[in-house]
């Protein structure tokens, strides 16, 4: 019984980029059977469920699987939660992310399903490339604007590796001696893939695009007058003024959460690799000449 490995997995949002990452891990792994859902499926026949839900999904589309997955006896979940962790006391005043990252961990509890919190920091391809308002480049335009001095170093994960972390994941027995899916069962589970800074970042861009500093605009901005300006977008309705506010304050010196990887992470124990940085940010820089659009 302690050897027993979740065998069947419906993802959630499969056709999206860290869906499509994940179900290409767990495929390639050969050893479970993938079923990606659509509203016309449902997920009785699977023992884990994965959400990677649109940005657009109907804000109670969550907790509504979740609960359907309880009542079909889907022993895991993991929830439309990726990001940063959350201590046990909760986010942080005025940490609006977490706070929907901490509900919706929340949901999950349906009496039945246990539930697994993938931390993995910012999606590195998905921040670098959305543009100025997420890590503040726009690679088309050569421009980047650095909060404070651009050094704060975060944690951060590409969609690769989130994928490989799933899929070894899943190949622990459910339970017995370490390492096992009860170790992370209604938890965290905190992997990453780079600690980096903004400089980082545009040294990595220099050594993939062959510019220099004297190619690009460079500007500098107070991270705390960053939050506060777009404090003030969000409560006129922009929609920028959240995601401004949300990445800022994972660049605040005083958040411990932010560069988590510091302190340790599963990447050992999974078996995680060690990536190459200008490998992501070239995956990236193709990702933007392509014209890719999140929101297109």
Known sequence: MSA???????????????????????????????????????AESSLGVFMLLSVRAPQDLHKRIADAAGKA?????????????ISAGGPQEGDAYGKVAFDRVNETKNGISSSIKLSCGFWY???????????GFTIKDRKVTFFDDGKRTITVSTWDQCGRALAALLSLPESGSSPSLADYKNG??????????????????????????????????????????????????????????MYGKVFLDSNEMSDFAAKGSENISLG???EDLDEATKRTVEMVENGWNPFG
């Open 125 to 135: 391809e998905w921040s670098l490339a959305t543009g100025e308002q997420w890590f």
């Open 4 to 42: 027993q490995t979740i065998q069947k997995v419906a993802i959630v949002g499969a056709t999206g980029r860290i869906g499509g990452a994940f179900a290409k891990a767990l495929v390639e792994g050969g050893k479970h059977t993938v079923t990606a859902l659509t509203r016309e499926n449902g």
């Open 272 to 274: 995680l690799p060690k």
């Open 188 to 245: 965290n589970c905190s992997i990453y893939s780079f600690r980096v800074s903004q400089r980082d970042i545009l040294d990595s861009l220099h050594r993939v695009l062959g510019t220099t500093d004297s190619d690009w605009e460079i500007k500098y901005e107070a991270v705390e007058k960053r939050i506060k300006d777009a404090a003030e977008e969000s409560s006129q309705g922009q929609i920028t003024g959240f995601v401004k506010k």
């Open 73 to 85: 006896g889907v022993s895991l979940i993991m929830p439309n939660a990726y990001g940063y962790p």
